[in-house]
């Protein structure tokens, strides 16, 4: 895709205005009360599935571009409330930790070119103080709508895809009608590829974060036209890595994230959920997924939770 091709996508699927000159929420305004009260009616048994990875220092992170797994420190292991030594004592510990290094959020602040974030707002709004607009607290209402899970490994009858495959609508349409379901508008859309293995199993962290299978650029178009609120899969990129054209780097996120104001999720962990909607047909659920509102912060990590 030349640059005049990649242009033109971005005015197609531009939603810059939609909801406002001042909107920095972008497509998690297609969850509406009726879409929050339709994903409500998807709980029949109760069931839970936490999809967030542990954050911990044996997480999937290798250092590059900054990021580094969480440090986590006590402070107190046996601090006093008074002075009598059978009183109560306390606990205490502190995190430092890059706010997306596990599973997590990215804000409509992170990525952007051409000088302009999501909505049109300068990218100087973007400083070593944090983001002034589209921060990750202006989602700080959560993410809470009807969770739809595109097991397209399973659907193509594999464990995992390879490093590499590109994920098009088609893929997407043909996990949808293996499974008898639809994404609708305010959903949010979870890709599976089986690609997080190569971390969880094999122990590959340079494997998993370097090369991946995902979502290529003409699924763009489609997440525009079904309104998806957001979209999130078990790599740490969503989109395939290596880029369909190397002269065109991370072209999902900029025209999802920068162009339509779609959050992306990465590293989430989906299959005890893709094994219970196999087991028992049905790949629709409430999800929810509240980033940290950390003021002017690009990104968050979360515990996504699915319920059946």
């Known amino acids: 895709m030349d640059r005049a091709a990649f242009e033109a996508l971005a005015r197609?699927?531009?939603?810059?205005?939609?909801?406002?000159?001042?909107?920095?929420?972008?497509?998690?305004?297609?969850?509406?009360?009726?879409?929050?009260?339709?994903?409500?009616?998807?709980?029949?048994?109760?069931?839970?599935?936490?999809?967030?990875?542990?954050?911990?220092?044996?997480?999937?992170?290798?250092g590059q571009g900054g990021r580094v797994n969480p440090l986590h420190v006590m402070t107190a292991t046996e601090g006093r409330l008074g002075a009598d030594p059978d009183?109560?004592?306390?606990?205490?510990?502190?995190?430092?930790?890059?706010?997306?290094?596990?599973?997590?959020?990215?804000?409509?602040?992170?990525?952007?070119?051409?000088?302009?974030?999501?909505?049109?707002?300068?990218?100087?709004?973007?400083?070593?103080?944090?983001?002034?607009k589209n921060a990750i607290?202006?989602?700080?209402?959560?993410?809470?709508?009807?969770?739809?899970?595109?097991?397209?490994?399973r659907a193509r009858g594999v464990a995992r895809l390879a490093p590499g495959t590109v994920i098009g609508p088609a893929e997407l349409e043909a996990a949808e009608r293996a499974e008898g379901v639809r994404v609708e508008s305010g959903d949010v859309l979870l890709v599976r590829t089986g690609h997080l293995a190569v971390f969880t199993a094999d122990g590959d962290r340079v494997g998993y974060m370097r090369r991946m299978p995902g979502l290529g650029v003409a699924?763009?178009?489609?997440?525009?036209?079904?309104?998806?609120?957001?979209?999130?899969?078990d790599t740490n990129a969503v989109e395939v890595i290596p880029f369909?054209?190397?002269?065109?780097?991370l072209p999902v996120h900029a025209l999802c994230i920068r162009d339509m104001g779609l959050t992306l999720g990465e590293m989430f962990v989906l299959d005890a959920l893709a094994a219970d909607c196999a087991a028992d047909g049905v790949w629709e659920f409430l999800f929810t997924a509240p980033p940290l509102p950390v003021t002017g912060a690009v990104g968050s990590p979360i515990n996504p939770l699915a319920v059946k």
Not at 22 to 49: L, M, Q, S, Y
Not at 244 to 249: G, H, I, S
């Open 12 to 62: 197609r699927v531009s939603n810059w205005g939609r909801w406002g000159a001042d909107d920095e929420r972008g497509t998690t305004n297609f969850i509406t009360p009726d879409v929050v009260r339709r994903a409500a009616a998807c709980v029949r048994r109760g069931a839970v599935f936490s999809l967030g990875l542990p954050l911990g220092a044996d997480g999937p992170q290798i």
């Open 87 to 132: 009183g109560p004592r306390y606990a205490d510990d502190i995190i430092v930790m890059p706010l997306q290094c596990a599973t997590q959020w990215d804000s409509l602040a992170h990525v952007h070119y051409g000088g302009k974030l999501y909505n049109g707002f300068p990218s100087a709004t973007v400083t070593p103080a944090g983001a002034a």
């Open 137 to 153: 607290d202006r989602q700080a209402a959560g993410v809470v709508s009807r969770g739809v899970l595109l097991d397209v490994a």
């Open 219 to 233: 699924c763009v178009e489609w997440l525009h036209a079904r309104e998806v609120a957001a979209v999130a899969s």
């Open 244 to 249: 369909e054209d190397p002269a065109l780097p």
